[in-house]
């Protein structure tokens, strides 16, 4: 398919003409009470509530790694803090 600009389309394919390069975007149901907070959360910060979930979620993953014996300590000392 060739239009009168003389630009072939033929093998044209939707979406971004640059892909975004360590992103891939995907389809995910969340709860609508998530996605509202997360949007006012993002609108305080100035930010994308997209980008929030992403950080929210890198955040828990980075978490994960760490051994229990460490967050409990951590959260230890942040209670002792707090009570005095």
Known sequence: MIT???F????????PVLSQTGRTRITINL???VIAEFRSL?????????????????????????PLEETLRKVIREELRAAS
């Open 8 to 15: 072939d389309f033929s093998n044209a394919k939707r979406g």
């Open 42 to 66: 993002a609108e305080e910060a100035g930010t994308g509530y997209q980008f929030m979930i992403n950080n929210a979620l890198r955040a828990y993953l980075e978490m994960r790694k760490k």
């Open 4 to 6: 009168k600009e003389g």
């Open 31 to 33: 709860s609508d009470d």
